[in-house]
């Protein structure tokens, strides 16, 4: 096998959120009548039921009528979408962002992740990731051919406000020469909100051995139950390794429009534009502009979504505590829940092929998190609260089915 | 050293088109008084000056009004808007598009050309491209480490209808272990249109060496004077190793939503697609509808188009064949031409540079496009007809006032 043949072997995305078309239902074994009931995809959020920001479309057709001026920009986006975000992450961590050095918008989060970890990653350069995590920062990492250092989060024993992160082997993978840390805050798929005490020590570890530090921080406008949050970047670590991602596709519903943004460390938002070059040019010229309305919602918006978001994870996570067997963590930030399921008498991956074609429900299976989660499924709440409600019903009502004996 | 420092020192963009105000101009040999007149920017077309494909916004609003079923497609793209592509790249080619296998819909052009690059090259692949030819072409492959293999184009004596392409020296390649050839046709920065004959030869080269071809056909609705042009996709080529890229973002001016298409071998555009899916996940979901527009323009609307183009060419064309020196092939597709200059005495990025701040006009420098053209500049002439006559004028008299005695 070649190289290359070798680094897409690797790279799966048939069990991807969004992807459920291409999986393959023809051996299935089906217990008992179809559940019927509206059908909700928990792979991503629903957009209809949690629309975009309002003045979305207003804005874009002014983008649109401002012609070539909107339609191109240099690489690392638009100079005035530069600046006017910038004031506002500014204000959102209380760290000074200089719009011509510090940031990059991209064409989504994803952009920003990929552009971030292929400016920091060479072959054979050592990462550490986290599992259960965002499920792409393995796959990245892999096809970026990098010596991948897996560390635990034990979520679902950790207080309330704190990741689980195991330290000892964190510290052990620093100590063996890892380059570069990938994590996510909130958690993905865990909603687990990072402890000031944990970033703290994650900022002194980084700094010890010379760690890059990207942290995922797509959620952190999405935060319950009045907790606080507390970002990288307001820890003692190096400026210039340290990069922030985040974007307004997830709690503002904008994912349609594909946008993103990376903050932080000059020299790395240096290589990401000039990646960018070859990878996509830019963010859509227009869209670009949405940008704008980010975090100038309408006043009391950001906090409506935020209780709505609250109470549908509240009888979610209530509904699945009552099954036996479940382990379930609330939702600290994010919209995701990630239960455990009791053992059943089918594996993960037919189970969710299972509740596609029987329950009218896609949900992502655990393995995409990584191997060890094959009793796991997860769940992007952001639905219609009484469809998903219905859903969730239907799930229960297939893990009774299936359970085992 | 390290391995990704090393990687990212080859990547400069700080010539490359859109990127002009990261140029230091302190130290300019400023001559005369500055050439007063209307700016333009010939690094991209004027999208004011020949506007996006009508109803385009409207377009988009319904795109919009969709909500989350347009916001949201499989990686490869909406479904919907696949088979409405395929069926017209079909009737474009003659040749059958599957929309489930071959073809993907990506974020430009660019995007299209990354992902496909990057679907064949791993680290020390040998891959030819052309001197001159599209600039990313090199810096993509420097990235993916490969080994280049660059192949002369004789194009200011080839004659008109044929690239002028080194064969001995691109068999020559392909025999040495060449796996990959990328060129682009109708020619950028050239402008030639590649003859059958051509075609032929390298689909026979192709074949005979086991050689994967990356056809980027960008400009293929835009060829002058009536010329026909020829598909790579229809020639004695092994279907499983050619990928066609393609997108509206140039002639139809639709750069701004950032779309673009691969069609061709169903086992690259897996991995296209493999790959999307943790580069930018998807062109953006609701920008995906623009391309129902594509093809499927108002009656007359194409060539009324090329016609405008044509007409700017002549007259530019015509100016600078009167400058002494001046070394210029006429256009035969797309909207680029290339004009070789008389000695100066200054340096070429020098000269743009003066050009920039001296004279109201953007170019892109030659030596974007390989070292070697140190003499030369690239126009985007699509811009208004009576703005670009006026530049041209005042790029002339800067000739004279740098040339070298």
Redesign the interface.
Known sequence: M???EE??KK???DN?P??E?LQDSAILDLRGEKLEGEFVDFS?G???AH?PIPG??DR??KS??D??K??????RGHKYIRENVAKKITKFTGVEINPNKNIII???T??AL?LAMS???????KVAILEPDYF?NR??AE?LEADIYPIQLDYLNAPSGSSGIDFDALEAAFKDGVRVFLFTNPGNPTGAVYSKKELEKIAALAKKYNVTLLADELYSRQIFDNRKYYHMINEDVDFDKLITIMGPSKTE?M????LGIAYGSEKIID?M???Q???????????QAMLELWFDEPKGWLEERIKVHQDIRDDLVKKFRKVEGVKIRPTEGGSYIFPKLPKLDINIGDFVKVLRVHANVIVTVGTEFGPQFDDCIRLNFSQDPKKASDAVDRIIEMIERYRAK
Chains 1, 2 share one sequence.
Request: hydrophobic share 35%; net charge negative.
């Open positions: 070649t190289r290359i680094k897409f790279l799966g995305i991807a969004g992807q078309s991503h629903d957009v209809d629309p979305s479309l874009f057709i649109y009528e012609g070539g909107q339609a191109y920009s240099e690489y991209t064409p989504g994803q952009g990929f400016s920091l990653i060479a072959a054979d350069d792409d796959k990245l096809f519903s994912s349609g429009f594909r290589r534009e000039k990646l070059a070859i990878v996509s040019l830019r963010a859509p010229g227009y869209n």
